[in-house]
């Protein structure tokens, strides 16, 4: 702390700022701008007569009113100093502000002021984290202060919560990209939701893009799962997806990524040798561990293909055996070294796409419809297994010495996997969906556990695994071709179905679907499209979440029971909509692909979709969807494919996520933001009728924002001078400047300026915090005149 001597107090003296213990600094400002010496100091005494202490005697400094630092009508103590501004006697920091404000203190040496106290701070970071980019080289207590590159104290809270009402959805359109599909309308109700009837027309009311003339605009049909990641590492996911013209749904497919806030155009990869198979699903993730994701897609003949991130081919793969079309890879690091490997159907590729095993035992699919296996560690050896279809297959060796694989067991026929601890004991079973039958075999042996008929048939799809109820247990949903159902096993041998809905899907019947707590009450909801509706189903029928279970709680959820539907058409492959963070804003969107060039359906848009809440009521989550067969563990969140992945049924350990084809909320539930404001302030003068406003703010609740956060500067006596946005995300914990040069309001000087977090201008908010009346700060005096 510096000595109390070095700092100067200042007094106003008929308008002039003196030096309250500089007589002769006084005397020599007084004289130069022609004021009288004596005048001066007849002003600044108390009138009689004393030029002292204020005791009568006119000697300064021998009694009980000794004043070192007059400042009008207060002495100032020790270290302090006559503020200018407001004419009282303030902590005197010298070249610093005080820190804190009540009490407010002056840092020591080495010391800063931040969060309202002194701290020291850390070594230099990395700038410029957010959602898809978390590694600051900041301790586990620290975040990176992009102000200062520096770490300092994490601030958030991770106390700091919002609980959404629960059940009440209003999503709506961020953005669709691809052909909209002409609608006659007498009115709003014969649209899509969101869709005004326009002159006869169904209209849109968000962004719709449209593939330009020279970037192939007739592929613009999807019938492919979207995978989501962020590939240009701007902090923004890209959506990338396949392509198809008319009807051509398994060949000839062009591979794009689109910017997930906006759907503008990264890349398109339209190589006529390396055409895909549309209807197969990419999978992203860094293979070679440079920093940078690599895309791995199915080819329109029996081999893959790579991309970098920038879209430029990489390899061709060796070919593969077997049929099946519409699939997609499965990223998993095979031998816990070195690079990641490819994993399709029952073949397993290096990283460079040369084919490294392949089984002879079925081929991962269900019929003709998607190569989809799922890779961990089923048998406890701490090496992954392939599961492909009703058959797991264990690997030795070390990838290019003598990688290895063999047939760990075998039951039964092809079809789709999950993965989950359904007993809670630690060990994993095998959900098989195939021949319209939903089966559990248990992870190590697989050895059948419990078998059920899909309701209405079909020959069923992928299925997901996720508490829907809120009991703490897994259980199981699938698409059949005429029903949606859901299924609880009773960790022994019996599955039971929880609910059914009706659907439409005669053509694939193998569709698939999502799953996730959107509101953070602990079922998660279920997204489903099938040929002409994409619903979103609460975990239980609304009747069943009763002390009392109501008439309505009869297992059969009617589409008057569900809490969103709207038109979206497929004739259908092995595809769902997928549940991340698209847009770098920490919270959950639907992003859905869509079709309409077949008999089946044909009633919506083609191209893509994205949803988001206009209540700003979905709960955080990952910034990544990364292959078909995802289930949380498998990457993370820049598309870093793990050496040892953990089990996904065993962590985090206070609650493991125990699930598959569902996204996570994070490490609090329901976490929010909290955003307030520090250290407005005047930047520079006021000059030119012009003046430059600062504030800092700063996310001191548990999930960050993403960027365009508005903060509106007002005058009190004027009302609102202007709004600024954030430029970059805000993670928990954090702090960004934003600053403002406005025209002074008018000739009244000074102004006392306040200052407004998510606020818009009109005092309307954007997103729900833990604590929303934090959110201000001022009013500031501005533009103080001194002379």
């Known amino acids: 702390m510096a000595s109390p001597a070095r700092y100067l107090s200042i007094c106003l003296v008929t308008g002039l700022p003196l030096a309250c213990g500089d007589d002769t600094r006084a005397t020599d400002e007084a004289s130069e701008q022609g004021i009288s010496t004596s005048d001066t ?35 100032c103590g020790e270290q302090e100093s006559c503020d200018l501004n407001s004419g009282t006697c303030k902590l005197d920091c010298g070249d610093d502000e005080p820190c804190g404000g009540d009490p407010a203190m002056c840092c020591e040496e080495g010391q800063l002021c931040y969060g309202g106290g002194c701290i020291v701070p850390g070594d230099p970071c990395q700038v410029g984290v957010c959602a898809t980019d978390t590694d600051t080289g900041c301790g586990p207590t620290e975040i990176c202060d992009p102000d200062l590159g520096l770490c300092v104290p994490n601030l958030a809270d991770n106390g700091c919560t919002y609980q959404p009402e629960p059940g009440v959805f209003d999503p709506i359109p961020r953005f669709t990209w691809g052909s909209r599909q002409a ?5 709003d109700a014969d649209c899509q939701k969101e869709e005004i009837c326009d002159n006869g027309s169904c209209a849109v009311t968000w962004p719709h893009i449209a593939p330009a003339q020279d970037d192939l605009p007739t592929f613009y049909q999807a019938v492919s799962t979207p995978a989501v990641g962020d590939l240009d590492g701007d902090c923004i996911p890209e959506i990338v997806f396949n392509t198809y013209q008319n009807s051509s749904y398994t060949a000839n497919g062009v591979l794009r990524a689109i910017h997930g806030d906006t759907g503008e155009k990264l890349w398109t990869f339209s190589d006529p040798d390396h055409e895909s198979d549309s209807g197969a699903t990419p999978a992203i993730g860094d293979l070679d561990g440079d920093g940078s994701p690599e895309i791995i897609n199915p080819g329109e003949g029996a081999w893959l293909y790579a991309l970098d991130a920038q879209g430029n081919l990489l390899w061709k793969s060796d070919s593969y055996s077997g049929s099946g079309k519409s699939g997609s890879p499965s990223l998993a690091n095979m031998d816990l070294q070195g690079h990641a490997e490819i994993v399709y159907g029952r073949a397993v590729f290096d990283s460079n796409g040369a084919l490294l095993w392949e089984g002879s035992d079925h081929n991962g699919n269900s019929g003709s419809v998607g190569k989809l296996s799922c890779v961990a560690d089923v048998d406890g050896d701490l090496r992954p297994e392939v599961v492909a279809g009703g058959t797991a297959y264990t690997f030795t060796g070390t990838v290019g010495v003598d990688f290895d694989g063999s047939v760990l067991w075998k039951n039964g026929a092809d079809g789709y996997c999950g993965i989950a601890d359904f007993q809670l004991d630690g060990v994993p079973e095998v959900v098989v969906v195939r021949t319209a039958t939903i089966d559990v075999l248990d992870g190590p042996s697989g050895t059948l556990l419990a078998s059920i008929p899909i309701a209405g048939g079909g020959a069923g799809g992928p299925p997901n695994i996720a508490d829907f109820d809120g009991d703490g247990f897994p259980d199981i949903g699938t698409a059949g071709g005429n029903n949606y159902v859901v299924v609880q096993f009773d960790g022994v041998d019996q599955l039971t179905q929880l609910w059914q809905a009706d659907t439409k899907d005669g053509s694939s019947q193998r569709t698939g679907s999502s799953v996730f707590d ?81 008999n089946q359906g044909a009633i919506g848009d083609a191209g893509v979709e994205v949803f988001e809440d206009r209540l700003d009521n979905w709960v955080g989550t990952s910034p990544i969807w990364n292959q078909h067969t995802y289930h949380v563990t498998n990457v993370d969140a820049k598309g870093g494919i793990p050496i040892v992945e953990e089990n996904n049924w065993q962590v985090p350990v206070e609650k493991p996520e125990n699930s598959y084809r569902r996204n996570a909320q994070g490490a609090v539930e329901n976490c929010a933001p909290d955003l307030v404001l520090e250290d407005l302030v005047q930047v520079g003068a006021c000059v030119n009728d012009m003046m430059t406003m600062r504030v800092r703010v700063c996310n001191q609740g548990c999930l960050g924002v993403g960027p365009g956060v508005k903060v509106t500067f007002s005058e009190q006596d004027a009302g609102v001078l202007g709004t600024v946005s954030t430029a970059a995300a805000i993670v928990a914990g954090a702090c960004q400047t934003v600053q403002l040069t406005v025209p002074t309001p008018n000739d009244s000087a000074p102004y006392f300026i306040n200052a407004s977090v998510d606020d818009n201008g009109m005092g309307v908010g954007a997103l729900n915090e833990c604590i929303e009346d934090n959110n201000d700060a001022g009013p500031v005096e501005f533009c103080v005149s001194i002379g």
Do not use: Q
């Open 518 to 598: 959107f509101d953070g009450d602990g079922r998660s909801e279920v997204v489903y499209g099938d040929e002409w509706y994409l619903r979103i189903y609460p975990g239980t029928e609304p009747d069943c979440d009763l002390m009392i279970p109501g008439p309505n709680c009869d297992g059969d959820m009617t589409d008057a029971e569900i809490l969103f539907i709207d038109i979206n058409s497929s004739r259908t492959r092995a595809e769902y909509p997928v549940i991340a963070d698209v847009d770098g804003d920490f919270k959950a969107e639907i992003i859905v692909t869509t079709n309409n060039e077949s």
């Open 183 to 187: 609608r006659m309308c007498d009115v």
């Open 41 to 75: 100091a007849e002003t600044a005494d108390s009138g009689d007569g004393d030029h002292g202490d204020g005791d009568g005697d006119g000697d300064p400094g021998d009694g009980d009113g000794d004043c070192a630092d007059p400042c009008g009508d207060e002495c």
